[in-house]
């Protein structure tokens, strides 16, 4: 048992003990079922309702744990943001679904740079309002031509453009639904978005001159194409003439290939894949987001601890579970964005409270914790949304839905240490599974000096603490293994060199075991950041 003095946290290595009341767990698993799960009330109304959980009473305290790796700034109270977005010229933009204000934020000096209030029909008249007076924007994107384009949930103008030059708004209502996500086609500067409760893929797409398409005075058209009413599509990838979407509640993705006029406008869309399960077993749960590097997809599993590698040649998933989370079961994986020339993958952990960084060629996961918490809301900001930096992919900024806030993760600042493991595949036999020799993993702890003059580290006392996590449960945890590290803890501020680590597995004595193919997340974590390193697990 390890007391972190920077986070007051107290972990339990080996097997972790979620130490969360009866209480807040109850509450925070109904707020996960009323979000996400398939209910018969309306979907739409679910997701455009979201609201922070448990508003703060004055006797509450948010806890600020202190962290070199991310930096947060406060927005104006009731800004409430949730879409984010870092233009070319790297200008981050978010939209206050309370407040109704599109604000641009400058990174340099960490102030707004301004906030142009919403204006339309919708707030002028009253026509369609939302009913908690939250109209919750998903999806942000930047056009071609610099314009900020934004979805607007329960309202009947779905999708929005702001104007850079004029500064002024122009509205969509020809739109079947709230588009959830989007994705700008960076070669004909079409904006791809899916609509998750309306069951639509769609793309705008600009017309010049006479048109039969312009005839509303707008260059631009809007065009759908229905996947169905059950669909739920939420995730999207553009590659080529491909359009790769998740379908969240049927578990599938599919590829589309574009179909194209002779003025090369998209006029169809054909499925050229599909891929799922079978009736008796699913093979992704909820897929939120997909990207395509290669021969492989990767995948967000929203209702479980994974994230998930589909190889297209061997038609095989490899799924690996984020580190084990002291304050909640699920951390809920949700939107990838890509990394530096197809490095890695970032990903957000809603529920987590973290986001992390998958190295997809070492195997390496690196999870960054979001400072501000409050431990009677589970530990949960609400980090919904983030956004890629594309001058420098190594960093992201998200958005704090629950505390005004937003924040940055700069990956290029050195973390002081690193796992590895000396094996590549570890075998247990399930056939005795009282077998008393234990199976065990050698590792090292890697020593990544870091120069104190620089001022980017101060270690101080900290512990280096270590935890397990694994494919085998939903959860993303080891099932009827029990693990014991050697030592249970290292002390970083007398890590100067690579420090040998041992786990040893076991089967719990009694217990039935599963034999197949898993994989092993390894951990070391000091309480703002952790490293994972994978091994595969075969059982036999």
Same mark, same amino acid.
């Given at each position: 048992?390890?007391?972190?003095?920077?986070?007051?946290?107290?972990?339990?290595?080996?097997?972790?003990?979620?130490?969360? #009341?009866?209480?807040?767990?109850?509450s925070?698993?109904?707020?996960?079922?009323?979000?996400?799960?398939?209910?018969?009330i309306?979907?739409?109304?679910?997701?455009?309702?979201?609201k922070?959980?448990?508003?703060?009473?004055?006797?509450?305290?948010?806890?600020i744990?202190?962290?070199?790796?991310?930096?947060?700034?406060?927005?104006?109270?009731?800004?409430? /943001?949730n879409?984010?977005?870092? *233009?070319?010229?790297?200008?981050?933009?978010?939209?206050?679904? @309370?407040?109704?204000?599109l604000?641009?934020?400058?990174?340099?000096?960490?102030?707004?740079?301004?906030?142009?209030p919403?204006?339309?029909?919708?707030?002028?008249?009253?026509?369609?309002?939302?009913?908690?007076?939250?109209?919750?924007? $998903?999806?942000?994107?930047?056009?071609?031509?610099?314009?900020? $384009?934004? &979805?607007?949930?329960?309202?009947?103008?779905?999708?929005?453009?702001?104007?850079?030059?004029?500064l002024?708004?122009?509205?969509?209502?020809?739109?079947?639904?709230? /588009?959830f996500?989007?994705?700008? *086609?960076?070669?004909?500067?079409?904006? $791809?978005?899916?609509t998750?409760?309306?069951?639509?893929?769609?793309?705008?797409?600009?017309?010049?001159?006479?048109?039969?398409?312009?005839?509303?005075?707008?260059n631009?058209?809007?065009?759908?194409? !229905?996947?169905?009413?059950?669909?739920?599509?939420?995730?999207?990838?553009?590659?080529?003439?491909?359009?790769?979407?998740?379908?969240?509640? %049927?578990?599938?993705?599919?590829?589309?290939?574009?179909?194209? %006029?002779?003025?090369?406008?998209?006029?169809?869309?054909? @499925?050229?894949?599909?891929?799922?399960g079978s009736e008796? @077993?699913?093979?992704?749960?909820s897929?939120? %987001?997909?990207?395509?590097?290669?021969?492989r997809?990767?995948?967000?599993?929203?209702?479980?601890?994974?994230?998930?590698?589909?190889?297209?040649?061997?038609? !095989?998933?490899?799924?690996?579970?984020?580190?084990?989370?002291?304050?909640?079961?699920?951390?809920?994986?949700?939107?990838?964005?890509?990394?530096?020339?197809?490095?890695?993958?970032?990903?957000?952990?809603?529920?987590?409270n973290?986001?992390?960084?998958?190295?997809?060629?070492?195997?390496?996961?690196?999870?960054?914790?979001?400072?501000?918490?409050?431990p009677?809301?589970?530990?949960? &900001?609400?980090?919904?949304?983030?956004?890629?930096? /594309?001058?420098?992919?190594?960093?992201?900024?998200?958005?704090?839905?629950?505390? *005004?806030k937003?924040?940055?993760?700069?990956? %290029?600042?050195?973390?002081?240490?690193?796992?590895?493991?000396?094996?590549?595949?570890?075998?247990? #036999?399930?056939?005795?599974?009282?077998? &008393?020799?234990?199976?065990?993993i050698?590792?090292?702890?890697?020593?990544?000096?870091?120069?104190? !003059?620089?001022?980017?580290?101060?270690?101080?006392?900290?512990?280096?603490?270590f935890?397990?996590?694994?494919?085998?449960?939903?959860?993303? !945890?080891?099932?009827?293994?029990t693990?014991?590290?050697?030592?249970?803890?290292?002390?970083?501020s007398g890590?100067?060199?690579?420090?040998p680590?041992?786990?040893?597995?076991?089967?719990?004595?009694?217990k039935?075991?599963? #034999?197949?193919?898993?994989?092993? =997340?390894?951990s070391?974590?000091? =309480?703002?950041?952790?490293?994972?390193?994978?091994?595969?697990?075969?059982v @036999?």
């Amino acid at each position: 048992m390890v007391k972190n003095k920077k986070t007051g946290l107290t972990i339990n290595t080996g097997n972790i003990a979620f130490s969360i #009341s009866v209480a807040i767990s109850i509450s925070i698993m109904l707020f996960l079922v009323v979000i996400f799960s398939s209910v018969s009330i309306s979907l739409a109304q679910t997701f455009e309702e979201t609201k922070p959980l448990n508003p703060l009473r004055p006797s509450q305290t948010i806890q600020i744990i202190p962290t070199k790796y991310v930096k947060e700034y406060t927005l104006p109270n009731g800004t409430w /943001p949730n879409g984010i977005l870092v *233009d070319s010229g790297g200008t981050v933009w978010t939209v206050g679904t @309370k407040s109704h204000t599109l604000i641009s934020f400058d990174p340099i000096n960490g102030k707004v740079l301004s906030s142009y209030p919403l204006k339309s029909q919708d707030f002028n008249n009253g026509s369609k309002r939302s009913r908690t007076g939250v109209n919750m924007v $998903w999806a942000m994107v930047e056009g071609k031509d610099g314009s900020i $384009w934004f &979805s607007q949930a329960d309202s009947s103008s779905p999708l929005w453009r702001f104007d850079r030059t004029t500064l002024k708004f122009q509205t969509f209502r020809s739109i079947s639904g709230t /588009p959830f996500q989007m994705k700008l *086609d960076n070669n004909t500067g079409n904006i $791809w978005f899916t609509t998750f409760a309306a069951g639509t893929v769609g793309l705008v797409q600009k017309y010049e001159g006479n048109s039969t398409y312009n005839s509303n005075q707008s260059n631009y058209h809007v065009t759908e194409f !229905s996947l169905g009413k059950s669909s739920y599509p939420s995730g999207l990838f553009l590659n080529g003439d491909s359009v790769w979407i998740t379908q969240t509640l %049927d578990d599938k993705a599919i590829q589309f290939r574009m179909v194209k %006029d002779a003025q090369g406008k998209v006029i169809n869309i054909l @499925k050229v894949l599909e891929i799922q399960g079978s009736e008796n @077993k699913k093979l992704f749960q909820s897929p939120y %987001d997909v990207i395509a590097l290669d021969s492989r997809l990767w995948i967000t599993e929203h209702d479980a601890n994974f994230i998930t590698e589909y190889d297209l040649v061997s038609k !095989s998933a490899t799924r690996f579970a984020v580190s084990s989370n002291p304050h909640q079961y699920i951390s809920l994986p949700f939107w990838l964005r890509e990394g530096v020339n197809g490095s890695g993958l970032w990903f957000n952990e809603h529920t987590g409270n973290r986001i992390a960084f998958l190295n997809t060629t070492d195997l390496e996961l690196t999870e960054y914790e979001i400072p501000t918490r409050n431990p009677s809301t589970g530990f949960i &900001s609400n980090v919904l949304n983030f956004a890629a930096d /594309p001058q420098d992919r190594n960093r992201v900024w998200f958005s704090e839905y629950n505390y *005004d806030k937003i924040g940055i993760i700069n990956r %290029d600042i050195p973390v002081p240490f690193g796992i590895k493991s000396v094996q590549r595949n570890i075998i247990m #036999s399930s056939s005795d599974p009282a077998q &008393s020799k234990p199976t065990t993993i050698n590792l090292e702890i890697i020593s990544k000096p870091i120069n104190s !003059s620089s001022g980017l580290i101060d270690t101080g006392e900290d512990a280096l603490s270590f935890k397990t996590s694994g494919s085998m449960t939903a959860f993303g !945890s080891l099932k009827n293994i029990t693990t014991e590290f050697s030592p249970t803890a290292l002390n970083l501020s007398g890590l100067t060199e690579n420090i040998p680590l041992q786990l040893q597995l076991r089967f719990e004595k009694g217990k039935q075991i599963v #034999s197949g193919n898993y994989t092993i =997340g390894v951990s070391a974590t000091d =309480g703002t950041v952790t490293k994972t390193n994978f091994v595969n697990l075969i059982v @036999k």
